[in-house]
């Protein structure tokens, strides 16, 4: 169970809410982030960076809404033989996810699959759950999701793990007010503390806090059973204040990470000249 800032949400509350939700997600998801969830959708995909034929995994993917998005920008590009793995806990969600992969015409090219973020080694027959190998993605994506793990970190290692080295991890979510972003600081901070963090993002999302992630997904390091020990190469860590129309809403951060050895990273950040471990 996981408490942050005082208030719990376990993966039980967090999949009855998201019960409760599926139907009418789509609208409430549109409203609640001024549609710019579908910008940030279709910004995943641009800096997942792929080449034709890659397969990508989206975690916490819900109702499909982000693989809809990222074939756009996918087609544009040219890449008409990318396979998505559209991954999420919840049947409700997954159910609506099938019709509308079907609606958009994407059912040869994505599967949609039921499994738990925190374990994607879990193999539950009875349950259904995946599992997946070692390296086995070029790109996992994770839009909006986060926020709804029960424990984030059991959830980087496996994003970690999944991808294939050089793979890139993509992640985006809010972020609470940082100062320089917004004219009122005091009053957005104030909103975000006493409303958005302790009541509309646990109570309608099911959403913890989600800032820690812009600062766990650079730590995050695993090793394999070679014991090889494997990071993320920090690509893009941006915080953004989203603004519509001169009022400035939402904050959002945004991570891209590409898997790399650790002593490729610290080879890489050691000043010239600096001894290496493999000096
Ligand atoms: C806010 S929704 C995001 C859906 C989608 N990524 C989007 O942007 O619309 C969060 C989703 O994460 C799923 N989720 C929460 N914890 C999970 C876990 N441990 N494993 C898999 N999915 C999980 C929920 O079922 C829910 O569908």
């Known amino acids: 169970m996981s408490k942050e800032r005082g208030y719990f949400l376990d993966a039980k509350t967090v999949d009855t809410i998201y019960s409760r939700r599926a139907k009418r997600y789509e609208f409430f998801h549109h409203l609640f982030t001024r549609n710019r969830d579908t910008v940030w959708r279709q910004e995943a995909a641009w800096l997942a960076s792929l080449k034709d034929f890659s ?51 994407l059912e040869d090219r994505v599967t949609l699959v039921r499994g738990d973020v925190m374990d994607l080694k879990k193999v539950d027959k009875d349950e259904g759950f995946a599992s997946f190998d070692d390296q086995s993605f070029d790109a996992v994506m994770c839009v909006c999701g986060i926020g709804g793990i029960e424990q984030s970190q059991p959830a980087y290692n496996e994003m970690l793990r999944v991808l294939k080295e050089g793979g890139r991890l993509i992640a985006i979510d809010l972020h609470n007010p940082v100062p320089g972003l917004h004219k009122f600081l005091s009053v957005q901070k104030w909103i975000w503390d006493k409303v958005t963090s302790p009541f509309l993002l646990p109570k309608i999302w099911g959403w913890k806090n989600p800032t820690s992630m812009i600062e766990q997904l650079p730590k995050t390091e ?23 129309m001169s009022f400035s809403a939402l904050v959002i951060s ?25 000096h």
Not at 93 to 103: C, D, N, P, Y
Not at 267 to 277: H, M, Q
């Open 55 to 105: 397969l990508v995994l989206d975690l916490c993917a819900g109702v499909g809404l982000s693989a809809i998005e990222y074939f756009k920008v996918w087609d544009y590009q040219g890449l008409k033989n990318i396979h998505v793995t559209a991954l999420d806990y919840n049947e409700k969600m997954l159910g609506v996810a099938k019709r509308k992969i079907s609606e958009a015409g």
């Open 254 to 278: 945004i991570f891209a990470g590409k898997k790399i050895k650790t002593d490729l990273l610290l080879r890489n950040i050691a000043p010239e000249g600096a001894p290496t471990e493999n």
């Open 222 to 244: 695993i090793t394999d059973s070679s014991n090889t020990k494997w990071r993320f190469e920090v690509l893009n860590k941006v915080v953004r204040q989203e603004t519509l």
